[in-house]
């Protein structure tokens, strides 16, 4: 992988097309599920820099930035709670 900025943010666009195509719209999972899976893909790269694994890190740091940017991406697209009154887009 390149490590340079134009790297890393192809890596972390790379992913964010491959979980779109294995899992397909996310717009509809709240904060708490993004929290959930966000820890998940965490937890994976805590677990490779425990074991000192280069390439597992490398995979894990792109899914967890990847993750991260489908939340925000997400964010644009909200569907208000059904108990909430008016609901303004951010």
């Known amino acids: 992988m390149n490590f340079t900025f134009e790297g890393?943010?192809?890596a972390v666009y790379s992913e964010r097309q491959r979980q779109d195509i294995k899992w397909g719209s996310q717009r509809h999972l709240d904060d708490t599920l993004w929290a959930t899976i966000?820890?998940?893909e965490y937890g994976e790269l805590c677990e490779a820099?425990?074991?000192r694994d280069e390439e597992g890190m490398v995979k894990?740091?792109?899914q967890v930035a990847a993750v991260c940017?489908?939340?925000l991406e997400q964010r644009g697209f909200r569907v208000p709670p059904?108990?909430?009154g008016c609901?303004?887009?951010a």
């Open 8 to 10: 890393v943010t192809h």
């Open 38 to 40: 966000l820890g998940e």
């Open 49 to 51: 820099i425990l074991e």
């Open 60 to 62: 894990e740091a792109i």
């Open 69 to 71: 940017f489908a939340f």
């Open 82 to 84: 059904e108990d909430e």
């Open 87 to 89: 609901y303004e887009q």
